[in-house]
């Protein structure tokens, strides 16, 4: 129960902190609504059961090992996340967003996920981790890949809320603008520095 304890205060910890994919979920949160922000989040969890079973299995491990393979992954994210960030600044105010633009989509979280390098390095982390069980690899593998999806569930949903939170802020237009670009900003932050450490 100890090992148990702590890998889900990890667990929390690494997949709850700010990072690219937690900041676009209370940007289009706020920006869209809880609603309408759902599918992404539907994304964003599927996603990351992707980078689960992607990290989990070492399939990551051996493509980045493969030379060349790591800056191009990365260049490819950055471009996205600066596209992202573009469309978060960018974003008009509630009012208007809910006649004007189309909802956030679901793929769009996906992809957010399986770029976002954060996601890779914390699962890296919690994988690597203290063994729970006394079992085969393959049953602790799955047990730990089971925590991390309810986590990363309940993770996202408090995100959302917090961003839905933040709508009333969205309906006047100076002050949309002013949150949209800080998230925007506060996007490009936090890859930058997962990429720099």
């Not at 008009?92 to 769009?108: G, H, I, Q, V, Y």
């Amino acid at each position: 129960m100890e090992g148990l304890a702590g890998f889900l205060i990890a667990a929390f910890a690494l997949t709850g902190s700010p990072g690219p994919n937690t900041l676009s979920l209370v940007a289009v949160g706020s920006a869209y609504g809880r609603k309408r922000g759902l599918r992404y989040m539907l994304g964003l969890n599927l996603g990351m059961v992707l980078v689960i079973a992607i990290t989990g299995s070492g399939i990551s491990g051996l493509l980045f090992a493969v030379p060349f393979v790591a800056p191009i992954v990365i260049s490819i994210a950055a471009l996205y996340f600066v596209y992202l960030a573009f469309k978060i600044a960018t974003a008009p105010p509630l009012k208007e967003a809910e006649s004007n633009t189309k909802d956030p989509k679901w793929f769009e979280g996906v992809i957010i996920s399986l770029f976002n390098p954060k996601a890779y390095a914390a699962m890296a982390a919690l994988f690597s981790s203290a063994m729970l069980l006394s079992t085969n690899l393959w049953i602790e593998g799955l047990f730990k890949a089971g925590i991390l999806v309810l986590v990363i569930v309940v993770v996202n949903i408090a995100w959302l809320l917090l961003g839905a939170a933040l709508t009333p802020y969205f309906r006047n237009e100076r002050s949309s603008r002013i949150i949209n670009i800080g998230f925007a900003i506060l996007l490009l932050v936090s890859v930058a520095s997962t990429l720099i450490f």
